[in-house]
């Protein structure tokens, strides 16, 4: 009997054993691309240039390897992505307060609110202390802000520019501290966790991509676009980060410009590049890179005609421990070493006046005050750009 007990215990621990391998050591064969690169025109910015106007893009879970990869199952090694093409690059470190791994509130709190805290928190210390995040701080300095996501607008990214709360994942009080919020311009997901009647008192609601455009989107005071009841789901019917994105810069200059505001700051976010790295899907994490790729291509383009706008774009973490293994042919062998997020450093890429600065290794809070400073916040007077 105990003979039994002992065979059947071993046999459990092989398949554990053989299941925990399986799962984390995933290997996927990705083809080589074979598109040309789209070579952009670069501006170049004097030293003393100064932005007025911040675009900071994040791709949820991208480290080198995802953008690696990306660039391979375009056209191959010799590619240049949009984000290849970024002339300053430096690193940054992701960690939390308290945990070498961060979660995406904390990583997002860093950069909304210089500071470090615990996973899951959102603009508040390790104990509990709202801190003013980006938004809040230059909506008295005459700035006008937005956010997009292609996850709910009340995801941990997008929620660490205007929340203040212990989790996360309380998403229907992080829905109602937004409408409270100094955000003017707000487009991804989330309808589920939103109080339509509240919200519709003080924005102009759409629900419909078509509604990115036109007098009535151009003209409200706020806006709250939410395209579907929790993240965006990819289909024709419902916008990309790309045409959110471009809306979203549409309304801010137009309003920053008709408001004589000092500026805008806009985030915008490639959530679901992280949650094709969570399920160790590379082909869907190509295909969400893409999108954010073609984004950080149109900003470019903004920074390059606009010539007063300073573009930067990073991540909050790696997620999946994607490696490249080798090439077999016309494919590459890919292989995921977890399902949950890593440490490693993730790239800082920047455009614009005031941009030759994000070079070097930077700490992920160092990125909040490297902004401040790169638009002399200190300096700017009291002033509420309403419209
Ligand atoms: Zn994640």
New binding site residues.
């Given amino acids: 009997m105990k003979k039994l007990v002992l065979f059947f215990a071993l046999i459990l621990a092989v398949a554990y054993f053989v299941s925990i391998n399986k799962n984390h050591l995933k290997v996927e064969y990705i083809s080589i691309g074979t598109q040309p690169t789209k070579a952009l025109e670069i501006a170049s910015f004097d030293a003393a240039a100064k932005p007025k106007n911040i675009i900071l893009i994040i791709g949820?879970?991208t480290g080198l390897n995802q953008i690696t990869l990306s660039r391979i199952a375009t056209g191959g090694a010799d590619h240049r992505l949009a984000i290849d093409q970024m002339p300053f690059f430096g690193n940054s470190l992701t960690h939390s307060y308290n945990n070498i791994y961060t979660?995406?509130a904390a990583s997002a709190t860093s950069w909304a609110a210089g500071i470090k805290t615990k996973n899951k928190f959102l603009s508040i210390t390790p104990d509990g202390k709202a801190i003013p995040t980006i938004p809040e701080i230059l909506s008295n300095k005459g700035y006008i802000s937005g956010l997009v996501a292609t996850s709910s607008i009340t995801h941990a990214t997008p929620a660490a520019f205007y929340a203040h709360i212990d989790s996360r994942y309380k998403e229907k009080e992080i829905a109602s501290q937004l409408l409270e919020s100094p955000i003017q311009l707000s487009l991804g997901g989330g309808l589920e966790f939103f109080d339509i009647a509240k919200a519709q008192e003080s924005n102009l609601l759409i629900t419909d991509m078509n509604d990115l455009d036109g007098d009535k989107f151009l003209k409200a005071k706020k806006v709250l676009g939410l395209f579907d009841e929790d993240g965006i789901n990819r289909s024709s019917s419902k916008p990309t980060q790309l045409q959110m994105t471009k809306a979203a810069l549409n309304w801010l200059s137009s309003k920053a410009n008709l408001n004589s505001c000092n500026g805008f700051f806009l985030m915008s976010e490639g959530s679901q590049i992280?949650?094709a790295?969570?399920d160790n899907d590379a082909a869907t994490m190509v295909v969400e890179f893409k999108d954010f790729d073609q984004t950080i291509a149109m900003a470019m383009d903004f920074v390059t005609s606009n010539k007063e706008t300073l573009l930067l774009v990073t991540a909050d973490?790696e997620?999946g421990g994607l490696q490249i293994l080798s090439q077999k042919n016309d494919t590459v062998k890919v292989q995921w070493g977890t399902g949950?997020?890593t440490s490693i450093p993730v790239g800082v890429y920047a455009y614009g006046p005031g941009a030759h600065v994000f070079t070097g290794l930077m700490d992920n809070t160092d990125i909040h005050y490297m902004i401040l400073d790169a638009i002399e916040s200190s300096g700017l007077k009291p002033l509420v750009c309403s419209n």
Avoid: A, K, V
């Fill in positions: 949820d879970g979660d995406s992280d949650w790295s969570h973490h997620t949950s997020h």
